[in-house]
């Protein structure tokens, strides 16, 4: 590697530092039910906040309170990665230029976030 190529990556790796601590500061907001239940999770994947409205715990539904917190975790889930891919996407978007095919035009987070765990699964079956 030559010495340009040395000095672009290092930027770069300075861009993608900054770009995650920013990400990680960031925060994204999810409701489902109509506020029923609310999340609020950073852009590193740590839940912030979860808030159910009263109203929506049936003790004779409890499938129902999970459902929606299910749904809102997974809304979360999406906004974050979206943003991410973004951030990422712009700072390793020049990328190409130095090792062609490793750019930032990878996954932009529009599809359906992973499920969180079983019970994440069960549901996505119902």
């Known amino acids: 590697m030559n010495q340009d190529m040395l000095k672009q990556l290092a930027e770069m790796q300075e861009r993608m530092a900054k770009a995650q601590e920013e990400i990680g500061n960031r925060v994204a907001e999810a409701t489902a039910g109509g506020g029923a239940v609310t999340v609020e999770m950073t852009g590193d994947y740590k839940v912030k906040s979860l ?5 929506a715990v049936d003790p004779d539904d409890l499938s129902m309170l999970e459902d929606l917190v299910i749904a809102a975790m997974n809304e979360v889930i999406g906004q974050v990665q979206a ?3 973004d951030s990422m996407g ?18 932009t987070g529009s599809g359906p976030p992973p499920g969180l765990n079983r019970a994440a699964r069960r549901a996505s079956k119902r």
Do not use: C, E, H
């Open 51 to 55: 808030k159910i409205d009263p109203d």
């Open 90 to 107: 712009a700072v390793t978007g020049g990328l190409d230029s130095l090792l062609p095919g490793l750019g930032g035009g990878g996954d």
């Open 83 to 85: 943003f991410q891919a």
